[in-house]
Protein backbone atom coordinates (compact mmCIF):
# COMPACT_ATOMS: atom_id res chain seq x y z
CA UNK A 1 0.00 0.00 0.00
CA UNK A 2 1.41 3.14 -1.17
CA UNK A 3 -0.05 6.87 0.67
CA UNK A 4 -2.27 4.93 2.99
CA UNK A 5 -4.68 4.97 -0.30
CA UNK A 6 -6.75 2.07 0.02
CA UNK A 7 -8.63 0.34 -3.33
CA UNK A 8 -11.95 -1.46 -3.07
CA UNK A 9 -14.82 -3.36 -5.09
CA UNK A 10 -16.72 -1.59 -2.49
CA UNK A 11 -19.77 0.75 -3.29
CA UNK A 12 -19.80 3.29 -1.25
CA UNK A 13 -22.44 2.61 1.54
CA UNK A 14 -20.94 -0.56 1.71
CA UNK A 15 -17.52 1.00 2.48
CA UNK A 16 -19.75 3.38 5.20
CA UNK A 17 -20.91 -0.14 6.36
CA UNK A 18 -17.37 -1.97 6.94
CA UNK A 19 -15.89 1.74 8.35
CA UNK A 20 -19.16 1.40 10.85
CA UNK A 21 -18.89 -2.45 11.85
CA UNK A 22 -14.90 -1.44 12.94
CA UNK A 23 -13.27 -2.04 9.64
CA UNK A 24 -11.58 -0.20 7.00
CA UNK A 25 -11.07 -1.48 3.51
CA UNK A 26 -7.13 -2.17 2.60
CA UNK A 27 -7.09 -2.98 -0.99
CA UNK A 28 -8.78 -5.21 -3.39
CA UNK A 29 -6.84 -8.74 -3.79
CA UNK A 30 -6.91 -11.27 -6.27
CA UNK A 31 -5.58 -14.76 -6.49
CA UNK A 32 -6.04 -17.04 -9.10
CA UNK A 33 -4.46 -20.32 -10.44
CA UNK A 34 -4.88 -22.23 -13.99
CA UNK A 35 -4.47 -25.59 -13.56
CA UNK A 36 -2.97 -28.11 -16.77
CA UNK A 37 -4.77 -30.96 -17.45
CA UNK A 38 -2.82 -33.28 -19.37
CA UNK A 39 -5.40 -34.08 -22.51
CA UNK A 40 -5.19 -37.17 -24.83
CA UNK A 41 -3.39 -36.39 -28.11
CA UNK A 42 -6.09 -36.81 -29.88
CA UNK A 43 -8.77 -34.26 -27.92
CA UNK A 44 -8.44 -30.59 -28.10
CA UNK A 45 -10.31 -29.37 -25.43
CA UNK A 46 -11.50 -30.34 -22.12
CA UNK A 47 -15.57 -29.40 -23.30
CA UNK A 48 -14.72 -31.95 -26.28
CA UNK A 49 -13.38 -34.52 -23.75
CA UNK A 50 -16.41 -34.27 -21.92
CA UNK A 51 -18.29 -34.27 -25.61
CA UNK A 52 -19.70 -36.78 -27.36
CA UNK A 53 -17.58 -39.58 -27.53
CA UNK A 54 -16.17 -39.28 -23.66
CA UNK A 55 -15.70 -42.56 -22.01
CA UNK A 56 -14.23 -43.79 -25.37
CA UNK A 57 -10.71 -41.33 -25.25
CA UNK A 58 -10.24 -40.92 -21.65
CA UNK A 59 -10.27 -43.72 -19.31
CA UNK A 60 -11.01 -41.08 -16.48
CA UNK A 61 -14.63 -40.15 -17.98
CA UNK A 62 -16.72 -43.14 -16.65
CA UNK A 63 -18.12 -44.52 -19.62
CA UNK A 64 -21.44 -45.30 -17.81
CA UNK A 65 -22.07 -42.54 -16.20
CA UNK A 66 -20.54 -41.43 -12.75
CA UNK A 67 -18.19 -38.10 -11.56
CA UNK A 68 -15.62 -36.97 -13.22
CA UNK A 69 -13.28 -37.43 -11.28
CA UNK A 70 -10.43 -35.69 -13.05
CA UNK A 71 -12.30 -32.51 -13.25
CA UNK A 72 -13.66 -32.33 -9.70
CA UNK A 73 -9.53 -32.73 -8.65
CA UNK A 74 -8.79 -30.04 -10.95
CA UNK A 75 -11.12 -27.74 -9.90
CA UNK A 76 -10.39 -28.03 -6.51
CA UNK A 77 -6.55 -27.92 -7.19
CA UNK A 78 -7.10 -24.64 -8.66
CA UNK A 79 -9.31 -23.16 -5.93
CA UNK A 80 -7.29 -24.20 -3.58
CA UNK A 81 -4.40 -22.78 -5.04
CA UNK A 82 -6.14 -19.04 -5.66
CA UNK A 83 -7.68 -19.19 -2.43
CA UNK A 84 -3.33 -19.79 -0.92
CA UNK A 85 -2.63 -16.39 -3.30
CA UNK A 86 -5.39 -14.35 -2.58
CA UNK A 87 -4.60 -14.88 1.15
CA UNK A 88 -0.64 -14.32 0.68
CA UNK A 89 -2.51 -10.89 -1.38
CA UNK A 90 -4.01 -10.02 1.68
CA UNK A 91 -1.46 -10.89 4.26
CA UNK A 92 0.76 -8.50 2.32
CA UNK A 93 -1.75 -5.61 3.02
CA UNK A 94 -2.19 -6.37 6.71
CA UNK A 95 -5.52 -7.22 6.43
CA UNK A 96 -7.20 -9.66 8.77
CA UNK A 97 -9.86 -10.88 6.15
CA UNK A 98 -11.12 -10.40 2.70
CA UNK A 99 -14.79 -9.81 2.02
CA UNK A 100 -17.03 -9.39 -1.29
CA UNK A 101 -15.32 -12.43 -2.90
CA UNK A 102 -16.14 -12.88 -6.61
CA UNK A 103 -15.48 -16.40 -7.86
CA UNK A 104 -14.96 -17.24 -11.29
CA UNK A 105 -13.60 -20.08 -13.65
CA UNK A 106 -13.60 -21.13 -17.33
CA UNK A 107 -12.31 -24.68 -18.88
CA UNK A 108 -10.19 -24.13 -22.03
CA UNK A 109 -8.76 -20.42 -20.83
CA UNK A 110 -5.84 -19.94 -21.99
CA UNK A 111 -5.00 -22.79 -23.57
CA UNK A 112 -6.41 -26.12 -24.43
CA UNK A 113 -6.68 -27.98 -20.93
CA UNK A 114 -6.18 -25.07 -19.03
CA UNK A 115 -8.56 -24.43 -16.16
CA UNK A 116 -8.56 -20.60 -14.96
CA UNK A 117 -9.75 -20.08 -11.56
CA UNK A 118 -10.21 -16.77 -10.13
CA UNK A 119 -11.18 -14.70 -7.07
CA UNK A 120 -10.83 -11.10 -6.40
CA UNK A 121 -12.05 -9.52 -3.26
CA UNK A 122 -11.90 -6.54 -0.65
CA UNK A 123 -9.17 -7.03 2.04
CA UNK A 124 -10.48 -5.33 5.25
CA UNK A 125 -8.19 -4.72 8.75
CA UNK A 126 -9.68 -4.05 11.86
CA UNK A 127 -9.40 -0.15 12.86
CA UNK A 128 -6.66 0.99 14.83
CA UNK A 129 -4.68 -2.30 13.71
CA UNK A 130 -1.11 -1.17 12.44
CA UNK A 131 -0.64 -3.48 9.70
CA UNK A 132 0.98 -6.42 9.81
CA UNK A 133 0.04 -6.85 13.61
CA UNK A 134 -3.18 -8.71 11.66
CA UNK A 135 -4.02 -11.59 13.58
CA UNK A 136 -1.40 -13.95 11.57
CA UNK A 137 -3.10 -16.95 11.99
CA UNK A 138 -6.36 -16.95 10.01
CA UNK A 139 -7.67 -14.53 7.91
CA UNK A 140 -11.27 -14.76 7.43
CA UNK A 141 -13.15 -15.05 3.66
CA UNK A 142 -16.44 -14.39 2.45
CA UNK A 143 -18.35 -13.56 -0.31
CA UNK A 144 -20.90 -11.32 1.49
CA UNK A 145 -20.87 -8.07 0.58
CA UNK A 146 -20.25 -5.17 2.43
CA UNK A 147 -23.87 -4.55 3.47
CA UNK A 148 -23.91 -8.27 4.86
CA UNK A 149 -20.77 -8.56 6.36
CA UNK A 150 -22.12 -5.57 9.26
CA UNK A 151 -25.48 -7.03 9.30
CA UNK A 152 -23.71 -10.76 10.22
CA UNK A 153 -21.36 -9.20 12.93
CA UNK A 154 -24.58 -7.16 14.19
CA UNK A 155 -26.21 -10.26 14.97
CA UNK A 156 -23.52 -11.90 16.64
CA UNK A 157 -21.69 -13.92 14.32
CA UNK A 158 -18.22 -14.11 12.13
CA UNK A 159 -17.12 -15.15 8.81
CA UNK A 160 -15.69 -18.20 9.53
CA UNK A 161 -14.48 -18.47 5.67
CA UNK A 162 -15.88 -18.81 1.88
CA UNK A 163 -16.56 -22.27 1.12
CA UNK A 164 -16.94 -24.30 -2.25
CA UNK A 165 -17.94 -27.70 -3.28
CA UNK A 166 -17.99 -28.70 -7.11
CA UNK A 167 -19.34 -31.30 -8.72
CA UNK A 168 -18.57 -32.78 -12.44
CA UNK A 169 -20.60 -35.75 -13.02
CA UNK A 170 -21.10 -37.31 -16.55
CA UNK A 171 -24.62 -38.61 -16.86
CA UNK A 172 -25.32 -42.48 -18.12
CA UNK A 173 -25.86 -42.83 -21.92
CA UNK A 174 -30.06 -42.28 -22.34
CA UNK A 175 -31.84 -41.27 -25.23
CA UNK A 176 -35.70 -41.63 -25.92
CA UNK A 177 -38.18 -41.65 -29.41
CA UNK A 178 -40.61 -40.59 -27.09
CA UNK A 179 -41.63 -37.87 -25.04
CA UNK A 180 -40.11 -39.31 -21.88
CA UNK A 181 -38.04 -38.20 -18.80
CA UNK A 182 -34.50 -38.93 -19.30
CA UNK A 183 -33.43 -40.89 -16.39
CA UNK A 184 -29.60 -40.76 -16.85
CA UNK A 185 -29.11 -36.93 -17.13
CA UNK A 186 -31.71 -36.23 -14.22
CA UNK A 187 -30.08 -38.38 -12.14
CA UNK A 188 -26.50 -37.01 -13.09
CA UNK A 189 -28.18 -33.30 -12.23
CA UNK A 190 -29.14 -34.64 -8.78
CA UNK A 191 -25.83 -36.51 -7.77
CA UNK A 192 -24.08 -33.48 -9.13
CA UNK A 193 -25.48 -30.98 -7.25
CA UNK A 194 -25.76 -33.55 -3.84
CA UNK A 195 -22.39 -33.71 -4.16
CA UNK A 196 -21.68 -30.11 -4.40
CA UNK A 197 -23.69 -29.04 -1.17
CA UNK A 198 -22.08 -32.35 0.49
CA UNK A 199 -18.38 -30.93 -0.38
CA UNK A 200 -19.37 -27.45 0.62
CA UNK A 201 -21.18 -28.61 4.20
CA UNK A 202 -17.78 -30.76 4.42
CA UNK A 203 -15.69 -27.84 4.17
CA UNK A 204 -17.70 -25.37 6.55
CA UNK A 205 -17.67 -28.77 9.07
CA UNK A 206 -13.64 -28.66 8.78
CA UNK A 207 -14.18 -25.22 9.92
CA UNK A 208 -16.10 -25.70 12.96
CA UNK A 209 -18.90 -23.26 11.86
CA UNK A 210 -22.87 -23.37 12.80
CA UNK A 211 -24.14 -22.56 9.38
CA UNK A 212 -23.47 -21.46 6.01
CA UNK A 213 -25.29 -18.36 4.40
CA UNK A 214 -25.80 -17.16 1.18
CA UNK A 215 -25.38 -19.80 -0.66
CA UNK A 216 -25.86 -19.81 -4.25
CA UNK A 217 -25.96 -22.97 -6.33
CA UNK A 218 -24.27 -23.05 -9.96
CA UNK A 219 -25.19 -25.20 -12.36
CA UNK A 220 -22.36 -23.88 -14.73
CA UNK A 221 -22.30 -24.42 -18.12
CA UNK A 222 -18.68 -24.57 -19.62
CA UNK A 223 -18.80 -28.38 -19.91
CA UNK A 224 -22.27 -29.08 -21.39
CA UNK A 225 -21.96 -27.05 -24.04
CA UNK A 226 -20.52 -29.00 -26.86
CA UNK A 227 -23.52 -30.74 -28.81
CA UNK A 228 -23.80 -34.07 -27.10
CA UNK A 229 -21.73 -33.33 -24.31
CA UNK A 230 -23.43 -35.61 -21.20
CA UNK A 231 -21.90 -33.91 -18.16
CA UNK A 232 -23.39 -31.37 -15.83
CA UNK A 233 -21.52 -29.20 -13.58
CA UNK A 234 -22.38 -27.80 -10.10
CA UNK A 235 -20.74 -25.30 -8.18
CA UNK A 236 -22.29 -24.78 -4.64
CA UNK A 237 -21.11 -21.43 -2.54
CA UNK A 238 -21.78 -19.51 0.49
CA UNK A 239 -19.73 -18.11 3.63
CA UNK A 240 -19.81 -20.57 6.73
CA UNK A 241 -20.82 -18.55 10.13
CA UNK A 242 -20.09 -19.12 13.54
CA UNK A 243 -21.06 -17.25 16.76
CA UNK A 244 -18.85 -14.79 17.93
CA UNK A 245 -17.72 -15.56 21.39
CA UNK A 246 -18.95 -12.58 23.53
CA UNK A 247 -22.10 -11.98 22.35
CA UNK A 248 -22.65 -9.02 24.56
CA UNK A 249 -21.71 -7.38 21.73
CA UNK A 250 -25.23 -8.55 19.60
CA UNK A 251 -27.12 -5.52 18.80
CA UNK A 252 -31.27 -5.17 17.86
CA UNK A 253 -31.81 -6.64 14.18
CA UNK A 254 -31.04 -3.08 11.46
CA UNK A 255 -33.90 -2.81 9.26
CA UNK A 256 -33.62 -3.17 5.66
CA UNK A 257 -35.41 -1.72 3.04
CA UNK A 258 -35.27 -2.98 -0.28
CA UNK A 259 -35.11 -0.16 -2.82
CA UNK B 1 -37.53 22.35 -18.32
CA UNK B 2 -38.29 18.88 -18.44
CA UNK B 3 -35.52 16.67 -17.78
CA UNK B 4 -34.00 13.46 -18.70
CA UNK B 5 -32.52 10.82 -16.57
CA UNK B 6 -31.73 6.86 -16.25
CA UNK B 7 -32.73 6.75 -12.67
CA UNK B 8 -35.66 4.97 -11.10
CA UNK B 9 -38.40 6.28 -9.09
CA UNK B 10 -36.78 5.69 -5.95
CA UNK B 11 -33.38 7.19 -6.51
CA UNK B 12 -34.90 10.07 -8.49
CA UNK B 13 -37.06 10.66 -4.75
CA UNK B 14 -33.74 10.08 -2.87
CA UNK B 15 -31.80 12.60 -4.77
CA UNK B 16 -34.21 15.06 -4.73
CA UNK B 17 -34.15 14.77 -0.60
CA UNK B 18 -30.30 14.99 -1.05
CA UNK B 19 -30.99 18.43 -2.76
CA UNK B 20 -29.92 17.01 -6.27
CA UNK B 21 -31.72 17.87 -9.50
CA UNK B 22 -31.12 15.80 -12.97
CA UNK B 23 -30.82 17.58 -15.49
CA UNK B 24 -30.40 15.36 -18.64
CA UNK B 25 -28.97 12.41 -19.65
CA UNK B 26 -25.32 13.13 -21.34
CA UNK B 27 -23.28 10.78 -23.38
CA UNK B 28 -20.29 10.65 -25.39
CA UNK B 29 -18.86 8.31 -27.87
CA UNK B 30 -16.06 7.85 -29.53
CA UNK B 31 -14.05 4.92 -32.32
CA UNK B 32 -10.69 4.89 -32.34
CA UNK B 33 -8.31 2.46 -33.76
CA UNK B 34 -6.95 0.76 -31.17
CA UNK B 35 -6.33 -3.20 -32.32
CA UNK B 36 -5.47 -6.04 -30.09
CA UNK B 37 -1.97 -5.81 -28.44
CA UNK B 38 0.74 -8.45 -29.68
CA UNK B 39 3.71 -9.22 -27.37
CA UNK B 40 6.87 -8.91 -28.43
CA UNK B 41 6.60 -6.09 -31.44
CA UNK B 42 5.73 -8.98 -33.45
CA UNK B 43 3.95 -8.12 -36.17
CA UNK B 44 1.15 -10.83 -36.97
CA UNK B 45 -1.08 -8.82 -39.12
CA UNK B 46 0.69 -5.77 -40.55
CA UNK B 47 -1.06 -2.39 -39.64
CA UNK B 48 -3.60 -4.20 -37.30
CA UNK B 49 -1.60 -4.83 -33.86
CA UNK B 50 0.03 -3.13 -31.34
CA UNK B 51 2.61 -3.49 -28.76
CA UNK B 52 1.65 -3.76 -25.65
CA UNK B 53 3.03 -0.05 -24.42
CA UNK B 54 1.44 1.05 -27.36
CA UNK B 55 -1.97 -0.67 -26.10
CA UNK B 56 -2.21 0.66 -23.02
CA UNK B 57 -1.52 4.70 -23.83
CA UNK B 58 -3.96 4.54 -26.79
CA UNK B 59 -6.80 2.77 -24.41
CA UNK B 60 -6.02 4.86 -22.09
CA UNK B 61 -5.85 8.06 -24.52
CA UNK B 62 -9.31 7.04 -25.90
CA UNK B 63 -10.87 6.31 -22.84
CA UNK B 64 -10.02 10.12 -21.32
CA UNK B 65 -11.31 11.33 -24.75
CA UNK B 66 -14.48 9.99 -24.19
CA UNK B 67 -14.72 10.80 -20.82
CA UNK B 68 -13.76 13.97 -20.98
CA UNK B 69 -16.43 15.18 -24.15
CA UNK B 70 -18.89 13.46 -21.45
CA UNK B 71 -17.38 15.89 -19.09
CA UNK B 72 -18.12 18.64 -21.08
CA UNK B 73 -21.49 18.00 -22.13
CA UNK B 74 -22.06 17.96 -18.56
CA UNK B 75 -20.61 21.46 -18.09
CA UNK B 76 -22.74 22.45 -21.15
CA UNK B 77 -26.21 22.22 -19.03
CA UNK B 78 -24.55 23.38 -15.93
CA UNK B 79 -24.23 20.12 -14.03
CA UNK B 80 -22.81 20.08 -10.63
CA UNK B 81 -21.70 16.09 -11.11
CA UNK B 82 -22.24 13.58 -13.35
CA UNK B 83 -23.94 10.27 -11.32
CA UNK B 84 -23.94 6.64 -12.89
CA UNK B 85 -21.18 6.86 -15.17
CA UNK B 86 -20.85 3.56 -17.32
CA UNK B 87 -18.34 2.85 -19.99
CA UNK B 88 -18.70 0.60 -22.44
CA UNK B 89 -16.43 -0.36 -24.79
CA UNK B 90 -16.70 -2.54 -28.13
CA UNK B 91 -15.56 -3.30 -31.15
CA UNK B 92 -16.47 -1.67 -34.07
CA UNK B 93 -18.30 -3.36 -36.66
CA UNK B 94 -16.82 -1.07 -39.27
CA UNK B 95 -14.13 -3.08 -40.75
CA UNK B 96 -10.40 -2.06 -41.10
CA UNK B 97 -8.62 0.01 -44.07
CA UNK B 98 -9.26 -2.32 -47.57
CA UNK B 99 -10.01 -5.93 -46.64
CA UNK B 100 -8.79 -5.54 -43.10
CA UNK B 101 -10.09 -7.14 -40.10
CA UNK B 102 -12.96 -5.46 -38.22
CA UNK B 103 -11.32 -5.88 -34.86
CA UNK B 104 -8.84 -2.88 -34.86
CA UNK B 105 -11.08 -0.31 -34.06
CA UNK B 106 -13.07 0.15 -30.21
CA UNK B 107 -15.88 2.16 -29.59
CA UNK B 108 -16.13 3.70 -26.35
CA UNK B 109 -19.78 4.85 -25.10
CA UNK B 110 -20.34 6.64 -22.17
CA UNK B 111 -23.47 7.79 -20.21
CA UNK B 112 -24.33 9.21 -17.57
CA UNK B 113 -26.91 11.40 -15.47
CA UNK B 114 -25.72 14.68 -15.55
CA UNK B 115 -27.51 16.94 -12.31
CA UNK B 116 -27.01 19.72 -10.35
CA UNK B 117 -27.48 20.81 -6.76
CA UNK B 118 -30.68 22.18 -5.79
CA UNK B 119 -29.91 25.43 -4.60
CA UNK B 120 -28.20 26.18 -7.63
CA UNK B 121 -31.17 27.56 -8.76
CA UNK B 122 -31.32 28.42 -12.50
CA UNK B 123 -28.86 25.67 -14.60
CA UNK B 124 -28.82 27.80 -17.37
CA UNK B 125 -25.35 28.56 -19.45
CA UNK B 126 -21.92 27.33 -18.04
CA UNK B 127 -21.49 30.39 -15.64
CA UNK B 128 -20.41 27.83 -13.14
CA UNK B 129 -16.27 27.68 -12.67
CA UNK B 130 -16.69 24.08 -11.84
CA UNK B 131 -15.48 20.80 -13.68
CA UNK B 132 -18.62 18.67 -13.49
CA UNK B 133 -17.27 16.01 -10.95
CA UNK B 134 -17.90 12.01 -12.96
CA UNK B 135 -18.45 9.31 -10.85
CA UNK B 136 -19.86 5.43 -11.45
CA UNK B 137 -21.61 5.82 -7.72
CA UNK B 138 -25.61 5.94 -8.22
CA UNK B 139 -27.47 8.30 -6.06
CA UNK B 140 -27.97 6.39 -2.98
CA UNK B 141 -24.50 5.64 -2.84
CA UNK B 142 -23.83 9.54 -3.41
CA UNK B 143 -25.79 10.43 -0.51
CA UNK B 144 -24.42 7.88 1.75
CA UNK B 145 -21.41 9.49 0.80
CA UNK B 146 -21.95 12.81 1.77
CA UNK B 147 -23.92 12.19 4.47
CA UNK B 148 -20.56 10.64 6.16
CA UNK B 149 -18.30 13.18 5.53
CA UNK B 150 -16.76 12.32 1.93
CA UNK B 151 -17.23 13.49 -1.63
CA UNK B 152 -16.77 11.98 -5.07
CA UNK B 153 -13.47 13.54 -6.03
CA UNK B 154 -14.00 12.09 -9.61
CA UNK B 155 -14.14 9.02 -11.43
CA UNK B 156 -10.17 7.58 -11.99
CA UNK B 157 -10.04 4.78 -15.02
CA UNK B 158 -7.11 2.97 -16.04
CA UNK B 159 -5.63 0.40 -18.82
CA UNK B 160 -2.92 -1.90 -17.60
CA UNK B 161 -1.31 -4.48 -19.64
CA UNK B 162 0.91 -7.32 -19.04
CA UNK B 163 3.23 -9.59 -20.73
CA UNK B 164 4.45 -13.22 -19.81
CA UNK B 165 6.23 -15.57 -21.16
CA UNK B 166 4.93 -18.99 -20.19
CA UNK B 167 7.18 -22.04 -19.77
CA UNK B 168 5.94 -24.87 -21.95
CA UNK B 169 6.15 -27.39 -19.14
CA UNK B 170 4.90 -25.25 -16.23
CA UNK B 171 8.16 -25.68 -14.42
CA UNK B 172 10.02 -22.73 -15.55
CA UNK B 173 10.01 -19.18 -13.28
CA UNK B 174 7.88 -16.83 -15.20
CA UNK B 175 9.50 -13.96 -16.37
CA UNK B 176 6.93 -10.98 -16.35
CA UNK B 177 7.32 -7.74 -18.19
CA UNK B 178 4.85 -4.61 -17.79
CA UNK B 179 4.35 -2.44 -21.56
CA UNK B 180 7.42 -3.97 -22.22
CA UNK B 181 10.16 -2.60 -19.41
CA UNK B 182 10.31 -3.41 -16.28
CA UNK B 183 9.83 -6.72 -14.96
CA UNK B 184 9.49 -9.03 -11.96
CA UNK B 185 9.14 -12.50 -11.50
CA UNK B 186 9.25 -13.02 -7.92
CA UNK B 187 6.20 -14.80 -7.79
CA UNK B 188 6.27 -18.00 -5.66
CA UNK B 189 5.29 -20.93 -6.65
CA UNK B 190 2.05 -22.77 -5.84
CA UNK B 191 2.02 -24.06 -2.69
CA UNK B 192 1.35 -27.49 -2.55
CA UNK B 193 -0.09 -27.64 1.10
CA UNK B 194 -3.92 -26.86 0.33
CA UNK B 195 -5.71 -30.52 0.94
CA UNK B 196 -9.32 -30.68 -0.49
CA UNK B 197 -11.33 -30.82 2.39
CA UNK B 198 -13.80 -33.36 0.02
CA UNK B 199 -12.20 -36.64 0.79
CA UNK B 200 -14.37 -39.25 1.28
CA UNK B 201 -16.99 -38.12 -0.33
CA UNK B 202 -17.08 -40.46 -3.00
CA UNK B 203 -14.08 -38.42 -5.42
CA UNK B 204 -11.68 -40.47 -7.08
CA UNK B 205 -8.47 -39.13 -6.77
CA UNK B 206 -7.14 -38.97 -10.53
CA UNK B 207 -3.50 -39.31 -11.29
CA UNK B 208 -1.78 -36.66 -9.80
CA UNK B 209 0.89 -36.07 -12.78
CA UNK B 210 -2.25 -35.20 -14.78
CA UNK B 211 -3.03 -31.58 -13.19
CA UNK B 212 -0.82 -28.77 -12.15
CA UNK B 213 -0.77 -25.23 -11.34
CA UNK B 214 0.87 -22.91 -14.26
CA UNK B 215 2.22 -20.23 -11.72
CA UNK B 216 3.18 -17.97 -14.10
CA UNK B 217 -0.48 -17.34 -15.90
CA UNK B 218 -1.38 -16.08 -12.71
CA UNK B 219 1.74 -14.00 -12.04
CA UNK B 220 0.71 -12.27 -15.62
CA UNK B 221 -2.62 -11.74 -14.67
CA UNK B 222 -1.77 -10.52 -11.00
CA UNK B 223 0.97 -8.09 -12.75
CA UNK B 224 -2.01 -6.85 -14.84
CA UNK B 225 -3.84 -6.14 -11.45
CA UNK B 226 -1.47 -4.44 -9.42
CA UNK B 227 -0.57 -2.52 -12.62
CA UNK B 228 -3.67 -1.13 -13.14
CA UNK B 229 -4.63 -0.62 -9.11
CA UNK B 230 -1.53 1.27 -8.77
CA UNK B 231 -2.23 3.55 -12.29
CA UNK B 232 -6.02 4.06 -10.18
CA UNK B 233 -4.07 5.60 -7.20
CA UNK B 234 -1.74 7.81 -9.08
CA UNK B 235 -4.70 9.14 -10.55
CA UNK B 236 -6.59 9.77 -7.47
CA UNK B 237 -3.28 11.18 -5.67
CA UNK B 238 -3.99 14.26 -7.22
CA UNK B 239 -7.74 14.74 -6.23
CA UNK B 240 -6.98 14.43 -2.54
CA UNK B 241 -8.50 10.95 -2.34
CA UNK B 242 -8.77 8.83 0.45
CA UNK B 243 -9.52 5.83 -1.16
CA UNK B 244 -11.33 4.79 -4.39
CA UNK B 245 -14.69 2.89 -4.33
CA UNK B 246 -16.40 1.18 -6.05
CA UNK B 247 -14.09 0.00 -8.71
CA UNK B 248 -15.31 -2.34 -11.32
CA UNK B 249 -12.68 -4.21 -13.07
CA UNK B 250 -13.94 -4.46 -16.80
CA UNK B 251 -12.54 -7.37 -17.96
CA UNK B 252 -10.59 -10.05 -15.83
CA UNK B 253 -8.67 -12.25 -18.24
CA UNK B 254 -8.96 -10.44 -21.51
CA UNK B 255 -6.73 -10.54 -24.61
CA UNK B 256 -4.60 -12.85 -24.73
CA UNK B 257 -2.29 -13.92 -27.47
CA UNK B 258 -0.54 -17.46 -27.95
CA UNK B 259 0.81 -18.62 -31.06
CA UNK B 260 2.78 -21.62 -32.28
CA UNK B 261 5.96 -19.51 -32.70
CA UNK B 262 5.34 -17.68 -29.52
CA UNK B 263 5.24 -18.65 -25.86
CA UNK B 264 4.14 -14.90 -24.52
CA UNK B 265 0.44 -13.74 -23.40
CA UNK B 266 -1.10 -10.89 -22.81
CA UNK B 267 -3.60 -9.59 -19.95
CA UNK B 268 -5.39 -6.37 -20.73
CA UNK B 269 -7.30 -4.99 -17.20
CA UNK B 270 -9.45 -2.50 -17.68
CA UNK B 271 -10.31 -0.76 -14.29
CA UNK B 272 -12.45 2.19 -13.27
CA UNK B 273 -13.89 3.66 -10.01
CA UNK B 274 -14.38 6.66 -7.89
CA UNK B 275 -12.23 8.46 -6.10
CA UNK B 276 -13.40 9.57 -2.47
CA UNK B 277 -12.09 12.35 -0.50
CA UNK B 278 -13.04 13.69 2.80
CA UNK B 279 -15.62 16.96 2.62
CA UNK B 280 -14.54 19.46 5.03
CA UNK B 281 -15.88 20.13 6.94
CA UNK B 282 -16.98 17.06 7.77
CA UNK B 283 -20.33 16.69 9.43
CA UNK B 284 -21.19 14.77 12.02
CA UNK B 285 -21.37 11.30 12.50
CA UNK B 286 -24.62 9.98 11.77
CA UNK B 287 -26.36 7.22 14.01
CA UNK B 288 -27.01 4.04 12.73
CA UNK B 289 -27.18 4.00 8.81
CA UNK B 290 -30.61 2.66 6.29
CA UNK B 291 -29.78 -0.27 4.56
CA UNK B 292 -30.08 -0.05 0.61
CA UNK B 293 -29.17 -2.85 -1.44
CA UNK B 294 -27.88 -0.48 -4.03
CA UNK B 295 -25.21 -3.11 -4.96
CA UNK B 296 -26.17 -4.10 -8.46
CA UNK B 297 -28.99 -2.11 -8.89
CA UNK B 298 -27.68 -1.65 -13.04
CA UNK B 299 -26.58 -4.85 -13.88
Not at chain 1, 120 to 134: E, N, Y
Request: aromatic share 6%.
Amino acid sequence: MTGGMFTSGLSASEFLLVRDAGFEPAGLVMGSSVCHIALPPTVTSVAQLTGPSFGTIFSNVPKDGGEVAELSRAMSLARGTATTRLEEDARGLGADGVIDIRVESEWDSWYAGALEFTMTGTAVRRVGAAPGSAAGDRLFTCDLSGQDFWKLLQSGHRPAGLVIGYCAYAAEPDSALSNRELAGPTRAIYTARRLAVARMRNEAGHLGATGIVGVRLDGLGGLSRPAGSRTVEFRAAGTAIAPVMDTQTMQPSATALGL
Amino acid sequence: MSFTSELSVSEFALAAEAGLRPLRLVGAAGGFYLPPPVAGGRVRRPGATLGPTDYADRSNRARDTVLDRLREEARACGAHIVIGVSLRRQSARQRGPGDGPADVYQEFTAVGTAMARADHADPGPPADEREPVLTNLRVPDYCKLVRHGFTPAGLVAATAVAVGSAASSGSLPPAVTVGGAARSGSLRPASAAYAPADRGLGIVLGDPGTLHDRPEYHAVTRKAYSVALEKLRTAARPLGAAGITAIEIDRLRAEWEQTEWSNETIVVVHAMGTAVAPSAPAPERQAPLTLMPVRHLDK
